[in-house]
């Protein structure tokens, strides 16, 4: 009998694939094709993610605070976790205003004139409204829109008050228990599926977008991709090495499944079950995972804040607008704040950098110039997003039990 291939195997498999057929279609002038007949079932498979990701979040939040036992734990563990997350969003924009600037002191971004480019922004009503919006006033509400933070905000409280309320809780953390082993089953037969959507979701961004990889606007991609393998390569090894006291090769080797799941799909919240397995695999606690990887997807995203800064930089550039080192440093912390707002979800980072350009005084219009590629951002900082993620569980887990399950 023939051995099976293995997910990660599979997943690998079937990206070359759809790099393979996109480009078929690219060069065959057939795009549109792609669009119409393999997206789609990319589609479904997103979809299909995105409708057990409020029950995994939820049920999985819950769970792991329970199993931590007391709320004193749950603070230690989501202060080392918000510390660890901050601390690497900060040098991601470091490291991604250093490109940007590297790249823009050499010439090498194309200066884009605006023409006729208009890009309806979101409107912002400041901090303390984005502070207010966290905190659910309808929990259905917060469920049907997906909101993530908001879903977090009902886990902590649910999770905290179940464990108050000791014993007469019994019944609902069986509950619990139950239905996070439902859903599991059910994430464990959709990420089987991955296949298909990873080479649907290829071989559509290939054949699509393939010309803006030749494009003007390939070298600000370049700079954006430099900066994510840069941080990823620099800051993920440290702390793999460090922090969780892993080879960093091998960290990387076992989070390979859920990087390219990542890189296809666009969004951290659906591969929210595809990092839990591969942390997990790695040796992350399963409490703990299950608590860092949800609120990471949620509100750490490395590689968003990369792209907002080199996204800034540019656009000033082509804007006419050259950036003091006190706009720089400013920058850094709305970047931060911002990358904590978006949503893992296809295309947020860029709604969010509306923020930045406003606060630096910059025509929002100007993202017009790169939205429609902002898939190739895109699919690169989710893949920073997640790895991000999967590596705070593993030093999180470290640093709370003294060492890696395994
Ligand atoms: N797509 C990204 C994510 O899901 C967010 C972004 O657009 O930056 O992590």
């Known amino acids: 009998m023939k051995k099976k291939l293995s997910l990660p195997q599979q997943i690998l498999i079937a ?8 480009l078929i279609f690219f060069f065959t002038d057939s795009a549109a094709l792609t669009e119409q007949y393999l997206k789609p079932f990319g589609d479904i498979f997103v979809n299909l993610l995105k409708f057990i990701v409020v029950p995994v979040v939820l049920l999985s939040m819950i769970q792991g605070i329970i ?9 230690s563990v989501g202060g080392k976790t918000v510390a660890f997350f901050m601390a690497t969003t900060a040098v ?3 490291v991604g205003l250093l490109m940007a600037n590297l790249f823009d002191g050499a010439g090498l971004f194309p200066t884009l004139a605006l023409g006729d480019t208009t890009y309806e922004a979101k409107q912002f009503d400041g901090f303390m409204s984005v502070l207010v919006g966290i905190f659910p006033s309808n929990m259905w509400k917060a469920f049907g829109d997906a909101n993530m933070l908001q879903v977090i905000v009902i886990a902590l409280f649910f999770g905290g008050s179940i464990l108050a309320a ?7 953390r069986q509950l619990v228990d139950s239905m996070y082993a439902v ?12 296949p298909i959507g990873v080479f649907t979701y290829m071989a559509w961004v290939v054949a699509t977008q393939g010309a803006a990889i030749l494009g003007s606007l390939a070298l600000v991609l370049l700079c954006a991709y430099i900066g994510y393998f840069l941080h990823a390569i620099v800051v993920y090894s440290i702390a793999a090495k460090f922090g969780a006291g892993l080879n960093p090769v091998k960290f990387f080797k076992e989070a390979v499944p859920a990087m390219i ?8 919240a659906a591969t929210l079950p595809v990092s839990k397995e591969c942390a997990e695999k790695m040796g992350a606690d399963k409490n703990i995972a299950a608590f860092v990887l949800p609120l990471g997807a949620t509100i750490h995203m490395d590689g968003t804040a990369i792209y ?32 904590i707002g978006t949503a893992g979800t296809p295309g947020a980072g860029v709604i969010m950098l509306t923020m930045v350009l406003t606060t630096l005084g910059i025509p929002v219009d100007y993202i017009g110039l790169i939205i429609a590629v902002d898939r190739l951002f895109d699919m690169g900082r989710t893949t920073m997003n997640i790895t991000g993620d999967i590596v705070g569980s593993l030093c999180v887990t470290r640093w709370e039990n003294g060492k890696l399950n395994n």
Do not use: Y
Not at 15 to 22: A, H, N, S, Y
Not at 166 to 172: A, I, K, L, R
Not at 183 to 194: A, H, Y
């Open 15 to 22: 990206l070359l694939l759809g790099v393979v057929v996109g």
């Open 67 to 75: 199993s931590m036992g007391d709320m004193k734990k749950v603070g």
């Open 92 to 94: 991601a924009c470091a």
């Open 166 to 172: 000791g014993e007469q809780s019994e019944p609902v």
């Open 183 to 194: 859903i599991e089953k059910l994430m464990t037969f959709i990420i089987s599926l991955s």
């Open 261 to 268: 799941f990542a890189f296809t799909s666009a969004s951290s």
């Open 308 to 339: 907002q800064c080199v996204a800034t930089v540019f656009l000033a550039t082509c804007a006419g607008v050259d950036l003091t080192l006190t706009q720089m440093i400013m920058v850094v912390a709305i970047a931060t704040l911002s990358a």
